[in-house]
């Protein structure tokens, strides 16, 4: 049960500086970021999107 719990209140994106792309689902090559608070998630999707990433 708390292995469900856990993986219920994990965000993930995968992110790509050098072509400016975030990732919502496994991209070769990107950077996997991992996180256990939906604030922080937001947050940093919301940072993202100021420096213009294109979403996938």
């Not at 496994?26 to 979403?55: A, H, I, K, P, W």
């Amino acid at each position: 049960m708390e292995q469900k719990n856990l993986a219920e209140n994990l965000w993930r994106v995968w992110v790509d500086t050098r072509r400016r792309i975030v990732s919502f689902h496994e991209e070769e090559g990107c950077q996997l970021l991992e996180f256990r608070n939906r604030e922080l998630f937001l947050s940093c999707v919301d940072q993202y999107t100021g420096m213009q990433y294109r979403y996938q």
